[in-house]
């Protein structure tokens, strides 16, 4: 485990505007910091991180008009990209392209939690420093990962780091416990090109997943915005006025007695959607702790010690990115990769045919 880096100490001034009427301190932060919460806004006044005017302040104080407002924290310093000899799964790789099946535990790219050991580091040391020129800044959809840093940072405006300089290659992401194919681009041509088709929602994507309890229809669609969870902010859930919507369609491959086995193509790509979705209509993934998923749901009394038995043979959301498919960013071809599921949910699904 790589050692925690020194905190580096970052002042941020801000000037009350004229014409500001009296509000409480810690509002007016959390309304004027990107990113900020008032949580943490409190938390930093209480640490006597924030000043006014040269003098300590409380939460309820209430700016006015030429009043400075100084925030003093330690914030970790630059990510550095350092290449690593990290195995790949290369399901293929041309001068443009490189497809890899992303195991479990692996983090897409650097972040503050993550400064090492991610599929960057491990691509940087593949590809060599070419890979830092697919580094344009081009929007890409919120797939599937949440990266969001959870500490005193977030009053900041500013990441302390580039975060597109951090994620050279990446045109879409995966949870750290979700396995599957992905796609890198070498370059900034395909970068662009990929990530175009990722935003026309042209790509062809299959998941599959394991789920608590038997659904009932064959196929189905799940639609709903989804938003930030209000109470959790490490979560999502669905939301009636905030979010983006989503719209995932599934597919039962199999039932089992407290279980089933399905496939799910994505129409939108938002963070944690699968996970959300199943979860919101009452069958969450099995193992995913985040949405419920990792306790037993609705089984019978006679079953109950079989679905303990199944809990314990996956720590993760059992969810696979099994199937990628896209036009190759030089030649137009349709192109189409697949990893089969990995070995902790193949021994589920073999326990749940036995139990």
Known sequence: MPEEPERILTVRELLVELGQKPERIDRWLTSKIAGAT??????AILAKAVT?????TKANYKVKPGDLIRLELMKP????LIPEDIPLDILHEDDD??????PVGMVTHPGYGNRTGTLVNAVLYHVGSELLEAGAEIDLEDEDEAGEPENEEMILAALPFDYNAVRPGIVHRLDKDTSGVMVVAKTMGAK?????QFAERTIRREY????WETLDEDEGEIEGNIARDP?????????ERDGKYALTRYFVIERFEFATHLSLRLATGRTHQIRVHCAHIGHPLLGDATYGGDRLHYVSPSAKSRAQAILKLINRQALHARTLGFRHPTTGKQMEFTAELPEDMERVIEGLKTS
């Open 38 to 43: 008032r949580n943490k806004v409190q938390e």
């Open 52 to 56: 006014v005017n040269g003098t300590s």
């Open 77 to 80: 310093p630059p990510i550095e």
């Open 97 to 102: 392209v490189l497809v890899v099946n992303k």
């Open 192 to 196: 662009t090109k990929l990530g175009a």
């Open 208 to 211: 599959r997943a394991i789920a």
């Open 231 to 239: 109470r959790d902010r490490k979560k999502f859930a669905l939301s």
